[in-house]
């Protein structure tokens, strides 16, 4: 068996795990146990590329595997990594992991639950494989599909319209992406469905591009919350359950980001080239629109998620921005703010537990009540305002000095107008900081609440571990991730 089918065979193994599960403490054990395999061959898999890289490794997609699936459509179950992929998996395996722990204690049909979240997890772990434009795309929407009863059942508020919400709008995007999928493939003659082959023909024609093009870019830019397609991801955070919150946030918004960059950039180079200002315009607005309004929001999940579409508008904008470092930026802000807003959520979800509010209004004091998870809450704030020496910092970094390098009048306008953003973020994070954790609290009830128990520090400590790692420790990860952007950067310049 292929490696990389371990990434989709782990959690089918955990979905018969659970359904055969008797108890909570059974439902748990298989949780933990296939959460920690995963991370485990995240790090294996990790080492391994890293290794044929070193050892002279030229192809740009390794540890590949092609099964024929359907012959008459030219369908095959085929896989393969390059540095891109390797980090998303690694990003989406320490999410399951510290989910995993976030969840500990969810009620009620906690058996239920995991069922749908492991099928999300899979979902995500198959589409970073694939590098097959139909199983892509069915991964794709193994993913999307859980989202619905995840929010609509164990979430909280307007759940069932925040469900009913994402679900049309994510669907509307995937029928734009079939559609575009569809043009792609006979566009390029209907023999095959590998990305790399059609990249390596070339033969799609630019008028056919410029018609799949923007329909493949929005079906993908509608779940990396582009704007004005953006209006799903607040209320589904804000109504998601903390783990599904870690998990959608986290890993399953960076499908869109890697989609666009992966197949509408790649193989269709020439319409990018074309039309690419106007997406990279629409950016532009989820960049700086999703950090105003966090500014005004006073639910704590608001203020995360608004906050998302303005970092997830930021990979967007530095794919667009067509260079290799710009692009390389990319890719690191998907790693940091997965990391982040992971920890983000997980923290809002242990103080709203405790609280039993997100209202920024009703908050005050907490250092005093819960000093862990108050600082825990400050790394996190720190990272998304881009502190040097966390994540947040080096991939923004990376992505202005990128966008920065194209000369025209133009590019240079937008990424300035994009870099008052961290202004914005400044302000809103340190705001909101001063208000929740300083001063007297108020609350008498807030008086008598208990700080992070081993579970909840435990997966806030790996998180924090990881932002930190990354910040401090990044040319590793750019360096493997700046050579495989290489190939299709090379495919954009004219």
Known sequence: MNFLSLFVLIPLLMLGGLYLAKGIKAIRGVMVAGSTVLLILSIVLTFLYLGERQA???????????????????????VGVDGI?????????????????????????????????????????????SIDLFTM??????????????????GSGRKEYAAM?????????????????????????????NILEIARLHNIPFAQQC????????????????????TWSPDGHASAPTAVSMLHAGVLMKLGGYGCFRIAMYLMPE????????FLILTGISVVYGAFSACVQTDLK????????????LVLFAILMMNQTAATGAVL??????????????????????THTRDVRELNGLMKVMPFLSVCYVIAGLANLGLPGLSGFVAEMTIFVGSFQNFDVFHRTLTIIACSSIVITAVYILRLVGKILYGTCTNKHHLALTDATWDERFAVICLIICVAGLGMAPFWVSHMIGESVLPVVSHLIP
């Open 85 to 129: 992929s390797v980090a998303m998996l690694l990003l989406s395996a320490v999410i399951v992991f510290t989910g995993t722990f976030a969840s500990w204690k969810l009620q009620p049909l906690t058996k239920e639950y995991f069922l749908w979240f492991t099928l999300l997890s899979m979902g995500v772990f198959g589409f970073f494989i």
């Open 165 to 193: 919400k994402l679900t049309l709008m994510l669907m509307g995007g995937s029928a734009f992406l079939l559609i575009g999928i569809l043009g792609i493939f006979f566009g390029a003659g209907g023999t095959t469905m």
């Open 271 to 278: 319409a990018a080239n074309e039309l690419g200002w106007i």
């Open 211 to 230: 018609i799949w093009f923007p329909l493949t870019f929005l079906g993908f830019g509608v779940l990396g919350a582009l704007f004005p397609f953006h």
């Open 137 to 154: 795309f069915m991964f794709y929407e193994i993913a999307l599909i859980p989202m619905y009863l995840l929010i609509g059942v164990w």
């Open 56 to 78: 002279g490794a030229t192809a740009e997609m390794l540890f590949r595997a092609d099964t024929v699936w359907y012959a008459p459509l030219h369908i095959s179950y085929s």
């Open 302 to 313: 608001y203020i995360n998620a608004y906050s998302s579409v303005s970092h997830c508008g």
């Open 333 to 354: 802000q998907m790693l940091s703010h997965g990391l982040m807003t992971a920890l983000f959520f997980a923290l809002i979800g242990m103080i709203y537990g405790r």
